[in-house]
C-alpha cells in the first residue's frame, strides 16, 4: 500500500510539474497561480520524504 500511495504522490508531483512548466511558457504567467503550484509541490515532496 505504501508503494502504490508513493507513486500516486510522484505522479501526481509530476503532473504539477507539468502544469508550472506551461504556466512559466505562457506569454505573461500568473505569478499566484506559479505560487500555488510550487507549493502543492512541496507538499507532496515533504510526504514524499516521510514515507
Known sequence: M???HASALQNKHAG???RL???MNRPSPDA???QAIKRQKLRI???L???
Open 21 to 23: 512548466r506551461e504556466e
Open 2 to 4: 505504501v508503494s502504490s
Open 16 to 18: 504539477l510539474e507539468n
Open 32 to 34: 499566484s497561480t506559479i
Open 49 to 51: 520524504a516521510e514515507i
Open 45 to 47: 515532496k515533504e510526504e
